[in-house]
Nanobody
Framework: QVQLVESGGGLVQPGGSLRLSCSASGSIFSINTMAWYRQAAGKERELVATRNNEGFTTYGDFVEGRFIMSRDNALQMNSLKPEDTAMYYC????????????????WGQGTQVTVFS
């Protein structure tokens, strides 16, 4: 079992930055892929970034170079836009690469990011 706890969300103005962290505990040796997802009110959960233990990283199309998922699984978000407002979740997977929501077996409770003028 893996437990995940997100932190770092908050209120920020457009163009601002936030750094989200994901703390993992439990059977962390079994983790091979980590991801950040987000879910805005009334919308489906969407992939923000995925990174595996080999450092291979992909991002959702909307990221457009604004976000970076680092080796410690933190998510640095720059040039934030109002449409980035959502609950952000980190998730873990045992496989070397996971691409779908259903691939990820452990999820945190989420941290809220609100971008407002």
């Amino acid at each position: 079992q893996v437990q995940l706890v997100e932190s770092g969300g908050g209120l920020v103005q457009p163009g601002g930055s936030l750094r989200l962290s994901c703390s993992a505990s439990g059977s962390i040796f079994s983790i091979n892929t980590m991801a950040w997802y987000r879910q805005a009110a009334g919308k489906e959960r969407e992939l923000v970034a995925t990174r595996n233990n080999e450092g291979f990283t992909t991002y959702g199309d909307f990221v457009e170079g604004r976000f970076i998922m680092s080796r410690d699984n933190a998510l640095q978000m720059n040039s934030l836009k109002p449409e980035d407002t959502a609950m952000y979740y980190c998730a873990s997977c045992h496989r070397n690469w996971c691409a779908k929501v259903t691939d990820f077996g452990s999820w945190g409770q989420g941290t809220q990011v609100t971008v407002f003028s």
